[in-house]
């Protein structure tokens, strides 16, 4: 079945640094991607998508691109900031995984100051 | 973008007694809705699909007895946890979604307490 794999956290980086959280996927067909990011205490909010193959989602600085070739999509920001603090989910939805969104296990980010 | 609220945002209780969540989708229609948990630093577990005038399904090891949804109209559904207990405690999370749509629109979560 559908599945999605994120690299385990937490990750702690000092502001202004790179970063990558990797996340890969087992679907058939041809899923839509998306990356949901957490703040403490809160629900999910929707950070970006991408709903085919090579497209880039990007939102607040953050960029992921749909690769199909490596069932990859790995969360990208040049420089983070203390407020990027929170837990990044990966996810996917599809129509032979009944139309319901995976998600993978969430990674806890921490920036400091 | 489209807005989902929940209410309430807390609750604190005592066993054996039922407790009723709602969620709204404020400015658009939604035709499916989804009630998550989540345990303390753990993924959000998919409890069930409600489809508005429908039953709802429930995933699988989900006590649709205990769980009771209800999704009366396409801008609100409702999670009642019946006879609750301490391990009932968690964080309860609802999503709406624009029908034949991919993205589902997150409410802000419910953390209820059982003592």
């Known amino acids: 079945g559908n599945s999605v794999t994120q690299m385990e956290g937490p990750v702690t980086l000092s502001e202004e640094a790179f970063l990558t959280i990797n996340c890969t996927y087992t679907?058939?067909?041809?899923?839509?991607l998306f990356w949901y990011v957490q703040y403490p205490g809160e629900g999910l909010q929707l950070l970006l998508k991408a709903t085919k193959a090579d497209d880039k989602g990007s939102n607040k600085g953050f960029e992921a691109t749909y690769r199909k070739e490596t069932t990859s999509f790995h969360l990208e920001k040049g420089s983070v900031q203390v407020s990027d603090s929170a837990v990044y989910f990966c996810a996917l939805w599809g129509r032979t995984g009944g139309f319901k969104t995976i998600f993978g296990a969430g990674t806890r980010l921490f920036v400091k100051a | 973008g489209a807005v989902v609220s929940q209410h309430p945002s807390w609750v604190i209780c005592k066993s054996g007694t039922s407790v009723k969540i709602e969620c709204r989708s404020l400015?658009?229609?939604?035709?499916?809705m989804f009630w998550y948990r989540q345990f303390p630093k753990q993924s959000l577990m998919l409890m069930a699909t409600s489809n508005e005038g429908s039953k709802a399904t429930y995933e699988q090891g989900v006590e649709k007895d205990k769980f009771l949804i209800n999704h009366a109209s396409l801008t609100l559904s409702t999670l009642t946890v019946t006879s609750a207990h301490p391990e009932d405690s968690s964080f309860y999370i609802c999503?709406?979604?624009?029908?034949?749509?991919?993205?589902?629109?997150f409410g802000p979560g419910t953390r209820l307490l059982v003592l």
């Open positions: 679907a058939t067909g041809y899923p839509s």
């Open positions: 999503s709406a979604r624009f029908e034949g749509l991919e993205t589902q629109y």
């Open positions: 400015d658009f229609q939604a035709t499916t």
